[in-house]
Nanobody, 121 residues
Framework: QVQLVESGGGLVQPGGSLRLSCAAS????????MGWHRQAPGKQRELVAR???????NYADSVKGRFTISRDNAKNTVYLQMNNLKPEDTAVYYC???????????????WGQGTLVTVSS
């Protein structure tokens, strides 16, 4: 089965940087949109950024100019480069993708388990 696994979370000082990775594994024939969502304590999960297979991107207003999403299609991996991190960025970050699986012979929306990013002074 297809799985997404995030990595790269951790503790960082305000103004610091962190790079998250999310690798998809399984019998994948294609992945259309990949993205990152986050959920802060006491808040709803929100879209952070997304990227299509063609490289089109969208960002939440709160992260524009600070975060950059990218992907490596050969590695079925999506990245989130986070710069100038703020305490408000503290959240569990989840990767997701619209993944076409040879095993299932169809597309599925798949979510990772999440990785915690903590920004504190």
């Amino acid at each position: 089965q297809v799985q997404l696994v995030e990595s790269g979370g951790g503790l960082v000082q305000p103004g610091g940087s962190l790079r998250l990775s999310c690798a998809a594994s399984g019998s994948i024939f294609s992945i259309y949109t990949m993205g990152w969502h986050r959920q802060a304590p006491g808040k709803q999960r929100e879209l952070v950024a997304r990227i299509t297979s063609g490289g089109s991107t969208n960002y939440a207003d709160s992260v524009k100019g600070r975060f950059t999403i990218s992907r490596d299609n050969a590695k079925n991996t999506v990245y989130l480069q986070m710069n100038n991190l703020k305490p408000e960025d503290t959240a569990v970050y989840y990767c997701n993708g619209d993944v076409g699986s040879w095993q299932a012979q169809r597309y599925r929306e798949v979510w990772g388990q999440g990785t915690l990013v903590t920004v504190s002074s």
